[in-house]
DNA sequence: CTAGTCACTTAGAAGGTGGATC
DNA sequence: GATCCACCTTCTAAGTGACTAG
């Protein structure tokens, strides 16, 4: 508001003034205002001969080598002895064990004394939540709150109530629960008090995560790793086991999942450590773990995060901005659907959620399970409403007033939006290199020639390999070209001379020095800072994707049929400016042209967005920095909800174990998907159009993709997102089994395996067993449950070096369980080679300084060296002090060859960067005083910031 | 209910950078 | 100084899922 009527051009000053690229943040709005916050050429082709293949053997050629894994045997999570229990009523016993819950609700205390957190009989922090409902929670909406608040018996499962953790924290927080908060405080406590409602029972592996629960429990004849010790062992840690059971084939090709998954035998017991170690007086376990970590360790890194000291840090939740979507944690509530739904299915107990299903067994002491239920129904239902409310806001936002606070309407985002929208890239130099026709030189035009070149630069691609991608290429060209050009076959072609014209491009590029280079970046800096920032509600925020795509050949992943299509260039007459009202129109950067479209949208976060020119019907979209604080906020609600699903994956899991068998097939189905969604981590598997990659999720996949061998073993085998390669082969249920070859019966290989299914339908149920409860949802909850899982049963003093080691596996171990694989580096082999030839280089050196030694000791001197120079006498401790160096170096660089070649189809970012909560992260640094700086590199920590202000006590 | 639209997150590859090692 | 290599950043493709129109 105070920057609307700044306008550009003081706005741009202030960026300008306040040089420190490098702490942007210091620019964060608050809204509270009360702190600065924060070739092998394809020889036939072009007639150039280079290195032939990269490899695509990685990625479909099927040649991966195999394994069992077992998600899971009767003692798994979700045993099979539980099915057809109505619930869990007797399971719901202590609750002392289950962590999250007795965590919850604790006042969690630093030894720091913090003052206290948990929303829960912090009377203060409700008041301030109700005094600020103005302030739009992202968690519930606030008529919903309203009638949940006031006349609605129902109640919350209460989702966030660890998210805040400072006093500000907490009134921030406050904020955002709304004035359900109170509610949800009360709620919590009885939860607290009362046990949590889908229990810890003991032979529940319920909260365990993923990896856990898929390496565990298997008969003892299935290890193959039966040296791991009871003590010692972690079930969840297949990793360090070298769990490969079949590999038949290279290694190399053996996808992730197979790779690491093993069948192990964790005793049920094994899992529980952590959980009762969270039973420990909070206040015991923060002294335990060192709490100073946060003023010194952390303070440091607080520097990095851009100068914020961490008790500063940002807290996104207190952004005035809005979800509009419900699903996000909002709960709305009426007394009315509920009921409304509750009769109608009163009698058809198959079909009540699980929610309402755990309310029935539940003694009339488990108040906490029956409002859990009761919530759950109601906010699917109250869905609907809500987005008629976004809807209505869309239409009347542009009549509105600008002045509107973001958070007196629903869905906006923001209220003010100045930026200078995006920068194009420069246009085509023509280089003049002519390309061979038929071995003569040919003439091209500055637009043909272009696109030559971009064919000619990706000669050196597995792109020369696809017939497709040239196909679409030279249509594409050929239209630039002309029906009579000279060129009309590719395969007459020869780019060679435009390709090594740009090698050598590269090449003087490589060779400039490095003042050079950094002059170079100095301009180009320069030319992009007005572009790199805008100013969101008057905080200068980062924008992501400036740049506007250049034209090009489109690179499709995996068997793309638009592969090879020319990408035309994108002109401003292409692209549409979403800006505040107010905010002037930043000025087209290409004279003589204009913008296709102005917009003022608050409800969304592009600031621009053009058709992508390869599919028209999709869109590229400018986003803000994944720094900025609106994506912090949703990042931290993904996570919100992601943790919320802990609170009911247990009846989540008891009832689609209880539908395996269900007469209803669609039901069947959804049971089987969810399962497969659950204990797999698998996609949801949206339909695709034929114009895209053939690839699948789980409801997309085909009977072709799931081979069950008896007696319960299911092979996986299949494409997925990026065309990565899925395979593995798990040991499932016997329902689930069965219920897969029933799928499977009387289809083809490439009909779909769930035919009553898609994503839609299945994301529809699991609303009703949980708000907001979607397919990829699952995924979140078992990378983060199984990283704060594994940390804190792996990590066991040491020093810092195997503290990280430590978060290493556990980041492994989710990255396996989420298939993020990487191509093997072209030059692994050589560097496998390489260490090889060192670690021999030293065991000779050991070898002749025992030998010096043996005759040191003797009173000999030592023979002369390998190249026949004789060597300096020394006394047996200095040769035995250089044999335990030498021993050390060689222990050393065995175990990162090892490291090297365990992790070299495996991509530990995308985990860290979508999948792991980063508040487990921090806290297990502050609790080990590990400094987040060897976790989190400066984009992530930039990333993050919401998170760095989390209790050394928290758990996922 | 379905197909289509839109907005956003998740993903691996390519390219760049800078420190370690030779 | 050159080379190697790990790590980081950038790029943009490819997903998910909410919502709408018919």
């Not at 409403?385 to 629903?410: A, C, F, R, T």
């Not at 590029?509 to 180009?524: P, T, V």
């Not at 497969?676 to 990659?693: H, P, S, T």
């Not at 390669?725 to 029933?742: G, K, M």
Request: glycine share 6%; net charge positive.
């Amino acid at each position: 508001m105070a920057v609307q009527t700044c306008a550009k051009p003081k706005m741009m000053n202030a960026f300008d003034d306040d040089d420190d690229d490098d702490a942007p943040l210091i620019f964060k709005r608050s809204n509270t205002g009360s702190k600065q916050n924060q070739l092998n050429l394809e020889k036939n082709n072009t007639k150039l001969n280079l290195e032939k293949n990269k490899s695509s053997s990685q990625r479909h050629d099927g040649q991966s080598g195999k394994q069992v894994s077992e998600v899971r045997s009767s003692s798994g999570h979700n045993p099979v002895s539980q099915k057809g229990k109505p619930v869990v009523s007797s399971e719901v016993r202590s609750h002392s064990s289950q962590n999250s819950i007795s965590q919850k609700g604790k006042p969690v205390m630093s030894s720091k004394a913090s003052p206290v957190k948990s929303p829960i009989g912090s009377p203060q922090a409700s008041t301030s939540s109700a005094k600020l409902s103005a302030v739009k929670s992202p968690l519930a909406s606030p008529k919903a709150s309203t009638s949940s608040s006031k006349a609605s018996p129902v109640k919350l499962p209460v989702p966030n109530s660890k998210m805040s953790t400072s006093a500000t924290g907490q009134l921030k927080h406050s904020s955002q629960q709304n004035t359900t908060s109170a509610i949800i405080k009360e709620e919590k406590q009885s939860i607290n008090s009362a046990g949590e409602p889908h229990c810890d029972s003991d032979d529940s592996e319920d909260d365990k995560p993923l990896s856990a629960r898929l390496f565990a429990g298997l008969p003892k004849g299935n290890l193959n790793h039966a040296n791991k010790g009871p003590s010692t062992s972690s079930p969840g840690s297949p990793l360090l086991q070298k769990p490969r059971v079949k590999t038949e084939d290279s290694d190399d090709e053996i996808p992730l999942s197979s790779k690491f998954q093993v069948k192990s035998n964790a005793g049920p017991s094994t899992n529980k450590s952590h959980e009762f170690d969270d039973n420990k007086p909070m206040a015991l376990k923060l002294q335990q773990n060192g709490y100073t970590m946060k003023d010194n360790q952390l303070k440091k890194s607080s520097t990095v995060l851009n100068k914020r000291p961490l008790g500063e840090v940002k807290s996104s939740s207190h952004s005035s901005f809005k979800k509009p979507k419900i699903g996000d944690g909002s709960l709305p509530i009426t007394g009315k659907q509920v009921s409304v739904k509750a009769e109608k299915e009163a009698d058809d107990y198959d079909h009540v959620p699980i929610s309402e299903r755990l309310k029935k067994p539940i003694s009339s002491g488990n108040k906490s399970l029956a409002t859990k239920q009761k919530a759950t129904k109601v906010v699917s239902s109250s869905f609907k409403k809500s987005s008629k409310n976004k809807k209505q806001v869309k239409k009347s936002m542009y009549s509105k007033s600008s002045k509107m606070l973001p958070s007196s309407g629903e869905g906006q985002k923001w209220t003010t939006l100045v930026h200078n929208g995006v920068i194009f890239p420069p246009p085509y130099k023509p280089h003049g290199v002519k390309m061979l026709y038929k071995g003569k030189p040919v003439d091209l035009t500055p637009e043909q020639e272009e696109v030559a070149t971009m064919y000619a630069v990706m000669l050196d691609t597995d792109y020369m390999n696809k017939p497709t991608f040239k196909e679409n290429f030279m249509n594409d060209w050929r239209k630039i070209l002309g029906k009579n050009h000279v060129i009309q076959r590719l395969e007459d072609c020869n780019f060679t001379p435009i390709y090594e014209w740009h090698q050598r491009e590269k090449e003087k590029k490589k060779q400039m020095s490095s003042e050079e280079k950094k002059a170079l970046r100095e301009e180009k800096l320069k030319q992009e800072e007005k572009y790199m920032w805008v100013s969101l509600d008057g905080v200068k925020e980062k924008v992501g994707n400036f740049r506007v795509e250049p034209p090009g050949l489109f690179r499709g992943r995996g068997e793309h049929p638009k592969m090879g299509k020319l990408k035309k260039r994108i002109r401003p007459s292409d692209i549409t400016i979403n800006i505040g009202k107010d905010a002037p129109i930043p000025e087209c950067p290409i004279a003589g042209e204009s913008w296709k479209e102005i917009r003022h949208d608050n409800t969304v976060t592009w600031l621009a967005f053009w058709n992508d020119p390869i599919n028209p019907k999709e869109f590229k979209y400018v986003f803000l920095a994944a720094s900025s604080s609106l994506k912090g906020q949703s990042d931290k609600e993904k996570y919100e909800k992601a943790r919320l699903l802990k609170d009911y994956i247990q009846g989540i899991r008891t009832a689609y174990t209880k539908d395996f068998t269900n007469k209803d097939i669609t039901r069947r189905q959804i049971a089987v998907a969810t399962y497969l969604i659950d204990k797999l981590a698998l996609r949801a598997g949206n339909e695709k159009d034929d114009d895209e990659a053939d690839t699948v999720g789980c409801c997309t996949l085909k009977v072709e993709n799931v081979e069950p061998v008896p007696p319960n073993i299911l092979k996986f085998d299949f494409l997925g997102k990026d065309s990565i390669r899925y395979q593995n082969e798990v040991e499932v249920e016997l329902p689930v089994f069965r219920a897969i070859q029933q799928f499977r019966t009387g289809k083809k290989g490439g009909d779909d395996l769930f035919d009553k299914l898609d994503t839609s339908k299945l994301n529809a149920h699991l609303k009703e067993l949980m708000p907001g409860l979607t397919a990829k949802v699952f995924r979140t909850y078992n990378a983060s449950i199984t990283l704060d899982d594994m940390l804190n049963r792996e990590t066991k003093g040491g020093d810092l070096a195997e503290k990280v080691v430590v978060y290493q596996h556990a980041n492994k171990e989710v990255a396996i369980i989420c298939n993020h694989q990487r191509t093997v580096s072209k030059s692994h082999s050589a560097q496998m080679s390489r260490l090889n030839e060192k670690i021999d280089e030293l065991k000779g050196m050991l070898d002749e300084f025992k030998t010096d030694l043996a005759r040191a000791k003797k009173g000999k001197p030592p023979l002369k060296g390998a190249d026949g120079k004789p060597k300096k006498n020394l006394n047996p401790e200095a040769l035995e002090r250089k044999i335990a160096q030498t021993t050390a170096k060689i222990e050393k660089m065995e175990r990162d060859k090892e490291t090297k070649e365990d992790l070299k189809t495996v991509a530990l970012g995308t985990s860290k960067i979508n999948y792991l909560d980063p508040r487990i992260t921090v806290a297990w640094c502050k609790r080990h005083e590990v400094p987040i700086e060897k976790i989190f590199n400066k984009s992530l920590l930039a990333k993050f910031t919401w998170a760095m202000d989390v209790e050394p006590s928290y758990r996922f």
